[in-house]
């Protein structure tokens, strides 16, 4: 496969590779060999030579050297970070993750940086991608009740992220590739912001936090605590039933309702200040 003719710019021959990326990955092609090809022409596109570079004939040790950097990049940018807003300018600026490439907004957070409880989500969805705001569409409305019910707002008293920033083609689950290029930052948001209460909603969000293959309905509701490299002391943290399982199984409410009660139990012993 050509991916730099004679007639291209360096500069031209990268974009039109990221956008064959952006079409192979939101057909569902394998992205570890596409982005292989990818690296290889990004590689290659240096200054323009008369004849195309050859064809790749061995990518598959390619994908893990490509991860591993584009990893250390984002653990890198997010270290350098020493403010929710410069994370936040971080994120915006971070082009390492492919996904990126074929969202319309990035999106980062939504609610009051200097908030005491951090919620995660799991990835954008249309909504989200139109707006630039997490939990923006009707999946978010159901969240914003949820915490009405036990004094919690994102105008007041919380913040919300994702585990992801930008929207997956289709709404297709994100592959561990992506989940790791964007998980320095959210580490890092737990870290500079330290919060009261970390609040995971879904198997996503915390399965890729607590570091743990499980079953939400196993996890939910308890307390838990959240660790890593950058933090002293652990987090406290809780796992909820995602709000967009709960509109598809609308019987699961009555276990939501049990952990709200726990959270806000929870967070009366904290001492975080709730909406009257
Ligand atoms: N679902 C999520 O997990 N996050 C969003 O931002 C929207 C829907």
Redesign the pocket.
């Known amino acids: 496969m050509e991916l730099m003719n004679a007639a291209e710019t360096p500069i031209q021959a990268q974009a039109a590779a990221k956008a064959l990326l952006a079409f192979w990955r939101a057909a569902g092609v394998d992205m570890d060999v596409a982005e292989a090809v990818y690296a290889t022409s990004a590689k290659t596109a240096g200054p323009a030579r008369a004849a195309p570079p050859p064809a790749p004939k061995a990518p598959v040790a390619r994908p893990r050297a490509k991860a591993t950097s584009l990893v250390d990049n984002a653990v890198a940018l997010a270290k350098s970070a020493q403010t929710v807003a410069e994370l936040r300018a971080a994120v915006m600026g971070f082009e390492g993750c492919a996904l990126k490439a074929t969202a319309r907004n990035t ?1 980062f957070s939504d609610g009051v940086d200097d908030a005491q409880v951090l919620i995660i ?5 249309r909504d ?1 991608d139109e707006q630039g705001k ?4 009707a ?2 409305q159901m969240l914003d009740k949820m915490l009405a019910a036990i004094g919690l707002s994102r105008q007041t008293n919380v913040l ?1 992220s ?1 585990t992801i920033f930008w929207r997956p083609p289709g709404n297709r689950a994100p592959t561990p590739g992506e989940v790791m290029t964007c998980l320095p930052f959210v580490e890092r948001l737990i870290e500079l912001k330290q919060p009261k209460l970390l609040v995971l ?2 198997k996503a ?1 915390s399965n890729t936090l607590l570091k743990r293959e499980e079953a939400v309905t196993r996890l939910r509701g308890r307390r838990m605590s959240y660790s890593s490299e950058g933090l002293a002391l652990p987090v406290n943290a809780i796992v909820m039933l ?1 709000p ?1 399982y709960l509109m598809r199984q609308p019987q699961q409410k009555r276990l939501a309702w049990a952990d709200l009660l726990a959270t806000q139990a929870w967070l009366e012993e904290l001492g975080v200040a709730r909406v009257p």
């Not at 997490?134 to 569409?137: N, W």
Request: no cysteine; net charge negative; aromatic share 4%.
């Open positions: 999106v989500g799991e990835a954008p969805d989200e997490p939990f923006a569409g999946a978010g919300l994702n909603m879904g969000a995602h967009a």
